[in-house]
């Protein structure tokens, strides 16, 4: 079946810190991956996306590549702020007609000042 | 930027009452989705909807759920006799094409006592 793990939260960092946050993924065929981002009090915001291996999608100074063989899709950012704080949401879409998105549970992020 | 709305942004019902949420999709979107997400749980899908059908439907939803397009806007859920695990924010969203993005609303919390 069709199933995201991610890493579990909460994660605490600095501002200007290197973040990572990890993502592998179950599924038959090739899915398309996704990162989700929700701000506190809000609803879920596309942040990233990739559709095939190799590619590597990006937004907002996030980066996540989709691994084949390792089935990652691990979300990194070079310097994090204090407005990245929310909860990041790694999500398949199995390659199949009005597909539905399969979320992993999510992780919170805090930045300190 | 268009974007999908859903009302309202809270309800609260006695336990066994019915509720409707309410979605506007974005206009030219033909796919259309509910998920519900259970606090500090992941989001689940429960329904997908395509050409006045539902095209796939998780075991969440159940014969107390229902989905209906009513008019060339508007995308509901109806619970028909709520339950206290019904409590959650449900998520609406769609979609353009077969590959196209999903597009989430900020959603409807809705408590059931």
């Known amino acids: 079946g069709n199933s995201v793990t991610q890493m579990e939260g909460p994660v605490t960092l600095s501002e200007e810190a290197f973040l990572t946050i990890n993502c592998t993924y179950t599924a038959t065929g090739y899915p398309s991956l996704f990162w989700y981002v929700q701000y506190p009090g809000e609803g879920l915001q596309l942040l990233l996306k990739?559709?095939?291996?190799?590619d590597k999608g990006s937004n907002k100074g996030f980066e996540a590549t989709y691994r084949k063989e390792t089935t990652s899709f691990h979300l990194e950012k070079g310097s994090v702020q204090v407005s990245d704080s929310a909860v990041y949401f790694c999500a398949l879409s199995p390659y199949s007609s009005a597909s539905k998105i399969i979320f992993g549970s999510g992780t919170r992020l805090s930045i300190r000042p | 930027e268009p974007e999908v709305t859903q009302t309202p942004s809270h309800q609260v019902t006695q336990m066994g009452q019915e509720v409707i949420l309410r979605c506007v999709p974005i206009?030219?979107?033909?796919?259309f989705y509910w998920y519900r997400q259970i606090l500090g749980q992941k989001v689940e899908f429960l329904v997908s909807?395509?050409?006045?059908?539902?095209?796939?439907k998780s075991e969440i939803f159940d014969d107390q759920f229902s989905v209906e397009r009513p008019d060339g806007s508007n995308f509901t859920l109806k619970i028909r006799s709520t339950k206290l695990e019904d409590s959650a924010m449900y998520f609406c969203a769609s979609r353009q094409g077969e590959q196209e993005t999903q597009y989430f609303g900020p959603g409807t919390r809705l408590l059931v006592l």
């Open positions: 206009s030219n979107h033909l796919y």
């Open positions: 990739a559709t095939k291996a190799d």
């Open positions: 909807f395509y050409n006045n059908e539902i095209s796939e």
